[in-house]
Protein backbone atom coordinates (compact mmCIF):
# COMPACT_ATOMS: atom_id res chain seq x y z
CA UNK A 1 0.00 0.00 0.00
CA UNK A 2 1.34 3.23 -1.00
CA UNK A 3 1.68 5.60 1.73
CA UNK A 4 0.19 9.08 -0.14
CA UNK A 5 -3.50 8.08 -1.67
CA UNK A 6 -4.13 10.58 -4.57
CA UNK A 7 -7.26 9.90 -6.79
CA UNK A 8 -5.78 10.11 -10.55
CA UNK A 9 -8.95 11.91 -12.03
CA UNK A 10 -9.55 13.18 -14.79
CA UNK A 11 -11.87 15.91 -12.66
CA UNK A 12 -13.53 18.06 -14.84
CA UNK A 13 -15.41 20.96 -13.85
CA UNK A 14 -17.11 23.94 -15.57
CA UNK A 15 -15.48 27.45 -15.00
CA UNK A 16 -15.98 29.45 -12.09
CA UNK A 17 -16.59 26.14 -9.83
CA UNK A 18 -14.84 25.07 -7.01
CA UNK A 19 -12.63 22.94 -7.36
CA UNK A 20 -11.77 20.01 -4.59
CA UNK A 21 -8.47 17.98 -4.32
CA UNK A 22 -7.72 16.11 -1.72
CA UNK A 23 -4.86 12.92 -0.14
CA UNK A 24 -4.95 10.43 1.99
CA UNK A 25 -2.25 9.19 3.76
CA UNK A 26 -1.37 6.72 6.19
CA UNK A 27 1.91 7.71 8.19
CA UNK A 28 0.93 9.90 11.18
CA UNK A 29 4.80 11.62 11.17
CA UNK A 30 4.28 13.20 8.71
CA UNK A 31 4.31 16.86 9.18
CA UNK A 32 4.84 18.92 6.33
CA UNK A 33 2.47 19.38 3.15
CA UNK A 34 2.69 20.46 -0.49
CA UNK A 35 0.49 20.99 -2.75
CA UNK A 36 2.33 21.01 -6.55
CA UNK A 37 0.34 21.82 -9.84
CA UNK A 38 1.97 21.03 -13.35
CA UNK A 39 0.82 21.62 -16.73
CA UNK A 40 1.30 19.38 -19.16
CA UNK A 41 5.12 18.57 -20.36
CA UNK A 42 6.32 20.96 -17.14
CA UNK A 43 7.90 20.57 -13.94
CA UNK A 44 5.93 20.73 -11.16
CA UNK A 45 5.34 24.39 -9.76
CA UNK A 46 4.69 24.58 -5.66
CA UNK A 47 1.25 26.34 -5.05
CA UNK A 48 0.79 25.75 -1.37
CA UNK A 49 2.69 24.69 1.82
CA UNK A 50 1.54 24.16 5.08
CA UNK A 51 3.07 22.08 8.53
CA UNK A 52 1.23 20.50 10.52
CA UNK A 53 -2.56 20.92 10.78
CA UNK A 54 -4.45 23.67 9.94
CA UNK A 55 -5.96 25.85 6.27
CA UNK A 56 -3.94 28.54 5.13
CA UNK A 57 -5.24 30.35 2.10
CA UNK A 58 -3.60 32.13 -0.50
CA UNK A 59 -5.64 34.25 -3.07
CA UNK A 60 -7.82 31.50 -4.79
CA UNK A 61 -6.34 28.42 -3.24
CA UNK A 62 -6.86 26.92 0.38
CA UNK A 63 -5.00 24.02 1.62
CA UNK A 64 -6.48 22.34 4.63
CA UNK A 65 -4.95 19.54 6.95
CA UNK A 66 -6.55 16.94 8.83
CA UNK A 67 -4.21 15.31 11.30
CA UNK A 68 -6.49 13.24 12.92
CA UNK A 69 -7.91 12.00 9.83
CA UNK A 70 -4.73 11.60 7.62
CA UNK A 71 -6.25 13.75 5.02
CA UNK A 72 -5.17 16.94 3.09
CA UNK A 73 -7.19 18.95 0.92
CA UNK A 74 -6.58 21.59 -1.97
CA UNK A 75 -9.65 24.06 -3.05
CA UNK A 76 -9.47 26.25 -5.87
CA UNK A 77 -12.28 28.84 -6.23
CA UNK A 78 -13.46 30.27 -8.91
CA UNK A 79 -11.56 28.39 -11.25
CA UNK A 80 -10.22 28.93 -14.61
CA UNK A 81 -9.30 27.30 -17.84
CA UNK A 82 -5.71 28.20 -17.06
CA UNK A 83 -6.26 26.07 -13.37
CA UNK A 84 -6.26 22.85 -15.89
CA UNK A 85 -3.24 21.09 -14.81
CA UNK A 86 -2.36 18.10 -12.68
CA UNK A 87 -2.43 18.86 -8.65
CA UNK A 88 -0.05 16.71 -6.64
CA UNK A 89 0.10 16.19 -3.23
CA UNK A 90 3.68 15.52 -1.41
CA UNK A 91 4.36 15.07 2.44
CA UNK A 92 7.60 14.49 4.66
CA UNK A 93 8.41 13.74 8.03
CA UNK A 94 10.74 16.11 10.08
CA UNK A 95 12.76 13.26 11.37
CA UNK A 96 13.78 9.43 11.25
CA UNK A 97 14.67 7.66 7.99
CA UNK A 98 13.24 9.93 5.87
CA UNK A 99 14.04 13.24 7.03
CA UNK A 100 13.17 15.60 4.00
CA UNK A 101 12.41 13.29 1.38
CA UNK A 102 8.80 14.19 -0.04
CA UNK A 103 6.77 11.35 -0.40
CA UNK A 104 4.24 12.31 -3.73
CA UNK A 105 1.17 11.52 -4.37
CA UNK A 106 0.17 10.12 -8.26
CA UNK A 107 -1.34 13.28 -9.14
CA UNK A 108 -5.12 14.57 -9.63
CA UNK A 109 -5.73 16.01 -13.53
CA UNK A 110 -7.74 18.68 -13.82
CA UNK A 111 -9.94 20.52 -16.34
CA UNK A 112 -11.46 23.44 -16.20
CA UNK A 113 -13.99 24.15 -19.12
CA UNK A 114 -15.27 27.00 -20.53
CA UNK B 1 19.71 31.73 -17.50
CA UNK B 2 18.88 31.55 -13.99
CA UNK B 3 17.11 28.71 -12.10
CA UNK B 4 17.49 25.08 -12.72
CA UNK B 5 17.65 23.27 -16.45
CA UNK B 6 18.22 19.59 -17.48
CA UNK B 7 19.86 18.33 -20.94
CA UNK B 8 18.95 16.49 -22.81
CA UNK B 9 15.17 17.67 -22.55
CA UNK B 10 14.61 13.77 -24.78
CA UNK B 11 16.51 10.80 -25.42
CA UNK B 12 16.34 7.63 -27.02
CA UNK B 13 18.93 5.04 -26.39
CA UNK B 14 18.94 1.32 -26.55
CA UNK B 15 18.69 -1.80 -23.44
CA UNK B 16 22.39 -1.65 -22.05
CA UNK B 17 24.01 1.66 -22.99
CA UNK B 18 24.55 3.96 -20.29
CA UNK B 19 23.21 7.17 -20.02
CA UNK B 20 23.59 10.60 -18.53
CA UNK B 21 21.34 12.91 -17.86
CA UNK B 22 22.22 16.41 -16.23
CA UNK B 23 20.83 18.92 -13.88
CA UNK B 24 22.27 22.37 -13.15
CA UNK B 25 21.04 25.22 -10.90
CA UNK B 26 22.13 28.42 -10.22
CA UNK B 27 20.91 29.10 -7.18
CA UNK B 28 23.31 27.55 -4.88
CA UNK B 29 21.03 25.36 -3.35
CA UNK B 30 22.28 23.01 -0.95
CA UNK B 31 19.97 20.55 -1.27
CA UNK B 32 19.11 18.70 -4.94
CA UNK B 33 16.97 15.70 -5.69
CA UNK B 34 16.45 13.28 -8.82
CA UNK B 35 12.66 11.72 -9.70
CA UNK B 36 11.02 9.59 -12.27
CA UNK B 37 7.84 10.52 -12.60
CA UNK B 38 5.07 7.30 -14.52
CA UNK B 39 1.89 6.95 -15.29
CA UNK B 40 0.22 5.71 -11.78
CA UNK B 41 3.24 6.26 -9.44
CA UNK B 42 3.23 10.03 -9.63
CA UNK B 43 7.15 11.18 -8.71
CA UNK B 44 9.28 8.88 -6.85
CA UNK B 45 12.43 9.73 -5.14
CA UNK B 46 15.48 8.31 -6.72
CA UNK B 47 18.91 9.92 -5.16
CA UNK B 48 19.37 13.12 -3.34
CA UNK B 49 22.12 15.63 -2.39
CA UNK B 50 22.46 17.53 0.64
CA UNK B 51 25.81 19.33 -0.58
CA UNK B 52 27.93 18.52 -2.69
CA UNK B 53 30.10 15.53 -1.93
CA UNK B 54 27.15 14.00 0.15
CA UNK B 55 24.68 11.77 -1.53
CA UNK B 56 21.77 9.51 -0.58
CA UNK B 57 19.30 6.54 -1.81
CA UNK B 58 15.96 7.76 -1.86
CA UNK B 59 12.63 5.03 -3.17
CA UNK B 60 14.12 3.91 -6.31
CA UNK B 61 18.34 3.68 -6.73
CA UNK B 62 18.85 0.53 -7.93
CA UNK B 63 20.09 0.46 -11.64
CA UNK B 64 21.29 4.76 -10.82
CA UNK B 65 24.29 6.79 -9.97
CA UNK B 66 25.00 9.76 -9.00
CA UNK B 67 27.73 12.35 -8.31
CA UNK B 68 27.92 15.83 -6.84
CA UNK B 69 31.23 17.03 -6.83
CA UNK B 70 29.85 20.58 -7.60
CA UNK B 71 27.19 22.68 -5.56
CA UNK B 72 25.36 23.30 -8.87
CA UNK B 73 25.30 20.08 -10.81
CA UNK B 74 23.78 16.87 -10.08
CA UNK B 75 23.92 14.18 -13.10
CA UNK B 76 22.45 11.22 -12.84
CA UNK B 77 24.05 8.06 -14.55
CA UNK B 78 22.13 5.29 -15.86
CA UNK B 79 25.11 2.48 -16.24
CA UNK B 80 23.27 -0.05 -18.39
CA UNK B 81 20.06 1.26 -19.72
CA UNK B 82 16.67 -0.97 -19.03
CA UNK B 83 12.75 -0.82 -20.76
CA UNK B 84 11.94 -0.40 -17.38
CA UNK B 85 13.75 3.11 -16.80
CA UNK B 86 11.96 4.35 -19.91
CA UNK B 87 10.14 7.54 -17.75
CA UNK B 88 10.61 11.52 -17.36
CA UNK B 89 12.97 12.51 -15.05
CA UNK B 90 12.55 15.43 -13.13
CA UNK B 91 16.10 16.96 -11.13
CA UNK B 92 14.97 19.42 -8.49
CA UNK B 93 16.94 21.86 -5.85
CA UNK B 94 16.32 23.54 -2.84
CA UNK B 95 18.22 25.89 -0.02
CA UNK B 96 17.30 23.16 2.52
CA UNK B 97 15.47 19.53 3.28
CA UNK B 98 11.84 21.47 3.52
CA UNK B 99 12.15 23.85 1.69
CA UNK B 100 10.12 24.99 -1.82
CA UNK B 101 11.73 22.25 -4.14
CA UNK B 102 12.14 23.96 -7.67
CA UNK B 103 11.79 21.47 -10.55
CA UNK B 104 13.76 21.68 -13.93
CA UNK B 105 11.55 20.78 -17.40
CA UNK B 106 12.35 17.52 -17.31
CA UNK B 107 13.81 14.37 -19.34
CA UNK B 108 11.66 12.25 -21.10
CA UNK B 109 13.98 9.05 -21.42
CA UNK B 110 12.72 6.39 -23.68
CA UNK B 111 15.14 3.27 -23.86
CA UNK B 112 14.34 0.83 -26.67
Known amino acids: QKEVEQDPGPLSVPEGAIVSLNCTYSNSAFQYFMWYRQYSRKGPELLMYTYSSGNKEDGRFTAQVDKSSKYISLFIRDSQPSDSATYLCAMSRDRGDSWGKFQFGAGTQVVVTP | DAGITQSPRYKITETGRQVTLMCHQTWSHSYMFWYRQDLGHGLRLIYY???????DKGEVPDGYVVSRSKTENFPLTLESATRSQTSVYFC???????????FGPGTRLTVL
Open chain 2, 49 to 55: SAAADIT
Open chain 2, 92 to 102: ASSAGPYNEQF
